[in-house]
Each structure stands twice: as C-alpha cells, then as structure tokens.
C-alpha cells in the first residue's frame, strides 16, 4: 500500500518551454503533497509543501512563479516549471503524506522525474 | 539550525560483509528519525522510522539504532546483497505546532554504499 507514482519519469525538452509534473497517491489520499529537488549526489531539497484544496507553501529561494504547484484534489499534485531554462535541470521528486495533523506518518516518495533542459 | 550529518560518505564493501552507516543529528524539539534507501534515479523508499522512546528497530536485514541522549543513530547491514547498492538517507523529523508539514524534515546528504562481488 501507500503508492505514489510520478509522470513522467524522463522528459527532454527546449529551453523556453514549460513542463508539468504529476505526482499521484494511488492508494491512498494524501493531504499533503511535497515537492523535492535533487543534484547528482546530493541529498533533497525540499521546495515546496501543498496542501490540499490550499496554497503551496515555498521554502526560501523557491521561486513560486517559476515552480506552480497545484494541488486540487486528495490524489493529486502538479509542479509545472515555466519557462524552463537549462540550470532548471535536475531530478525533482514528491512525495505524499496522509495526515498532515500526525507527524510521525511517513512520506511516501514517487520515483522522481528527471528533467533535461537542452 | 536543524542539521543532520551522515558517515561517511561513501563505502564499497564485499558481498556478504556487514557494514554500520552513523547519523548525527541536531534537530530540535525531536520527534522521529527515519532511515530511507534511494537506489539510483528512484524515489527513497522507508526502511524503519523510530520515535524519541524506541531504541532498536529492525527490517529484515536491516537494523536501526537511535540513541536520543547523544543524538545519534545507526543502520546496520548484515549479509550484505548486490542490491543493497543505493544511497541510505537519515531524516530527522522536528515536532511542530500547528501545521507539521514545513519545514519539519532535515534530510542528511546520505551514504553511497557500493556492495562488489
């Protein structure tokens, strides 16, 4: 249980256009929704919290209208980079949380999509 | 500042060998340690998670330790397998009022384990 898939997992595109990210929980619904980066050999960095039926909470440095999270339903989040630039490339990964009231609830992480930026 | 250090940062051991990886961590106030394995190019998936009161935990091979009062765990492989190759991140979990889901994760920067035949 408690399966939460990424597509795509693999995207190429030009510098200029804009790509979106779905992060599903496929079992189970999560209120909360996360959004992670990640370069070669560095652990994550988190980007950005969302909650359901709210407003995306960006860490510092994040910039939200290059990064648009949506998070409009229980089973579903979508991180779209806009205009999307070559030092935009890298491995961004969600991950999805049942009760957001609990803390000790786990997160359950996608398997990442790696985007390239030519 | 929150900060969670893991050694080292990277081990190549034979297949078979055990091996032990450290978590130091300074995250206040305290509320879980959780120890996830990242193959490469994949999602980290959660091995164990410990609270403040537990010592031990075990998944298969894979053993936990978490020692509260010096801030410190362990994950101990045994028999160690070709697919135990991954990284192994510690995430330490602060307790927060009110809205738990910013900022309540500290992620180390994860040990490269390279298990040869």
């Known amino acids: 249980g408690a399966v939460v898939s990424q597509h795509p997992s693999w995207v190429i595109c030009k510098s200029g256009t804009s790509v979106k990210i779905e992060c599903r929980s496929l079992?189970?619904?999560?209120?909360?929704m996360f959004w992670y980066r990640q370069f070669p050999k560095q652990s994550l960095m988190l980007m950005a919290t969302?909650?359901?039926?709210?407003?995306?909470?960006?860490e510092q440095g994040v910039e939200k209208d290059k990064f648009l999270i949506n998070h409009a339903s229980l089973t579903l989040s979508t991180l779209t980079v806009t205009s999307a630039h070559p030092e935009d490339s890298s491995f961004y990964i969600c991950?999805?949380?049942?009760?957001?009231?609990?803390?000790?609830?786990?997160?359950?992480f996608g398997d990442g999509t790696r985007l390239s930026i030519l | 500042k929150n900060q969670v250090e893991q050694s080292p940062q990277s081990l190549i051991i034979l297949e078979g060998k055990n091996c032990t990886l450290q978590?130091?961590?300074?995250?206040?106030?305290?509320?879980?340690l959780r120890w996830y394995k990242q193959d490469t190019g994949r999602g980290p998936v959660s091995l164990t998670i410990?609270?403040?009161?537990?010592n031990t935990k075990s998944n298969g091979r894979y053993t936990a330790t978490l020692d509260a009062d010096t801030k410190q765990s362990s994950l101990h492989i045994t028999a160690s397998q070709l697919s135990d190759s991954a990284s192994y991140i510690c995430?330490?979990?602060?307790?927060?009022?009110?809205?738990?889901?910013?900022?309540?994760?500290?992620f180390g920067s994860g040990t490269r384990l390279q298990v040869q035949p």
């Open positions: 991950s999805a949380r049942k009760d957001r009231t609990i803390s000790n609830q786990p997160q359950h």
């Open positions: 079992d189970f619904q999560a209120t909360t």
């Open positions: 969302s909650n359901e039926g709210s407003k995306a909470t960006y």
């Open positions: 978590c130091n961590y300074t995250v206040s106030p305290f509320s879980n």
């Open positions: 410990m609270t403040f009161s537990e």
């Open positions: 995430v330490v979990s602060a307790r927060a009022p009110g809205d738990t889901g910013r900022r309540a994760l500290t």
